[in-house]
């Protein structure tokens, strides 16, 4: 059964740092997709960034350069490391997995982690 669940989300002020994690079960012989979303209060959830299992990753243009998205296989997690954060990335934290390559909707999720950006 896959399972995915989220930690480090937290308050923080404008300009900080946070490293959310994503912990991971079910996945045995072969390693998905795996993407952080976030919904903002009153706004559709969107998908932030992605990594492929091979290692590649994708953001959102409004975090490149700020956040980054790593997978450890070993441990089983993925992690998005976000710096010089905005009151705008104020939101639910979520992550989310899919067999096969990032292209399409993801079939696991995670509960969600919030995140809060203080001006």
């Known amino acids: 059964q896959v399972q995915l669940a989220e930690t480090g989300g937290g308050s923080v002020q404008a300009g900080g740092s946070l490293r959310l994690s994503c912990a991971t079960s079910g996945f045995t012989y072969s390693w998905p997709c795996v993407g952080w979303f976030r919904q903002a209060p009153g706004k559709e959830r969107e998908e932030v960034a992605t990594i492929e299992g091979s290692g590649r990753p994708r953001y959102i243009d409004s975090v490149k350069g700020r956040f980054i998205i790593s997978q450890d296989k070993a441990k089983k997690t993925v992690a998005l490391q976000m710096k010089s954060l905005k009151p705008e990335g104020t939101g639910m934290y979520s992550c989310?997995?899919?067999?096969?390559?990032?292209?399409?909707?993801?079939?696991?999720w995670g509960q969600g982690t919030q995140v809060t950006v203080s001006s």
């Open positions: 989310a997995a899919r067999w096969g390559p990032c292209i399409g909707a993801f079939s696991y």
